[in-house]
């Protein structure tokens, strides 16, 4: 049986959303972290939308600051 490494094309996973400027971004945000904690080279993580927007939303920007600060390990 081969690894889960082994294929040759990655497993798209995409989060999709009408602006992809939250909900869509914080979704990939924390799906991309888990791909690189497990070392997951086959799985390529995108966000996208219906109806872009031209920016990330900053509350989104601010929430996922905080995440990452609360949840880090020394």
Do not use: W
Request: aromatic content about 4%; glycine content about 6%; some cysteine.
């Amino acid at each position: 049986m081969g690894s889960h490494t082994d294929t040759l094309d990655p497993l798209r996973l995409a989060f999709v959303c009408v602006e992809n400027a939250g909900r869509s971004q914080i979704a990939a945000a924390f799906a991309e972290t888990q791909v690189q904690i497990r070392n997951r080279t086959d799985i390529e993580v995108i966000s996208g939308g219906t109806d872009p927007a031209e920016a990330i939303y900053p509350a989104v920007i601010e929430v996922m600051g905080e995440k990452v600060l609360c949840c880090s390990v020394e």
